[in-house]
């Protein structure tokens, strides 16, 4: 377990706190989860709560194979990071904030986290800040030399990023369809091309493409016929005529 007692107040609230709850303030608004954290209050606040505090140091929180994160580049401004393992998601490094639960202990000749046992990479020690706090705390009994005096700390402009990590699987189509004069409108003026007609035109062409092809398949795998099956099929498809009754004698 983590000793609190020789934290500083801020960290000690950030490590314990439950993130990415409604905040009961803004219940009824939309994204109303506490992703943000005031080190200056020592609270997690929602982006509805964000006026009272423009002028304090907020860090944002993100989430990340359902656990809290934040990013390095902010983590290396409240405390040394060093060894901690960080993870790349979306063309950003982050890093945990406590150590998560593990399943199964570690069975193998890799690195391993000094605190919790857990698998890491080379030359990683630590898979969590708290993790590193730890060790610390329990080899050297104090933190003050590794805390960082952090002045300024500000939020990512609005619309950049709302907290949430998005897959990097999760990604827009390189070839999108553009009118003739480059733009990604609709219409526009001379010699502009409406990008529904350039997708129906080109989707007509692939269809014909694809059918043109695919008859031409079928006819190469047809086997060749003979001329006993041929006669075989005639006599098979020919029309049966009016019975004659044989003559009375």
Request: glycine share 6%.
């Amino acid at each position: 377990m983590l000793d609190s007692s020789h934290l500083p107040r801020w960290l000690e609230v950030l490590l314990g706190e439950k993130f990415f709850n409604a905040c009961i303030i803004h219940e009824d608004a939309k994204k109303n989860e506490k992703n943000v954290y005031c080190l200056d209050c020592c609270e997690s606040i929602c982006p509805h709560c964000l006026s009272p505090h423009r002028s304090h140091r907020l860090l944002q929180i993100r989430r990340y194979v359902y656990h809290d994160v934040i990013r390095l580049s902010d983590a290396e401004k409240l405390m040394d990071c060093a060894f901690v393992q960080s993870y790349t998601t979306n063309s950003a490094k982050v890093v945990f904030l406590n150590q998560r639960p593990q399943t199964r202990p570690f069975r193998g000749s890799g690195n391993i986290c000094i605190t919790c046992v857990r698998g890491l990479q080379d030359p990683y020690l630590f898979c969590s800040l708290s993790c590193k706090i730890q060790h610390i705390l329990r080899t050297e009994g104090r933190l003050s030399e590794y805390i960082h005096e952090c002045e300024y700390l500000t939020l990512p402009e609005p619309g950049l990023d709302d907290g949430q990590m998005t897959p990097d699987s999760v990604l827009e189509p390189a070839g999108s369809l553009r009118t003739y004069s480059g733009s990604s409108g609709s219409g526009g003026g001379a010699g502009g091309v409406d990008c529904r007609t350039l997708a129906c035109t080109a989707t007509t062409e692939i269809v014909k493409k694809k059918r043109s092809s695919i008859s031409a398949f079928r006819a190469a795998c047809r086997p060749i016929s003979s001329p006993v099956s041929e006669i075989a099929v005639g006599m098979m498809n020919r029309r049966k005529g009016t019975p004659h009754r044989s003559p009375l004698y």
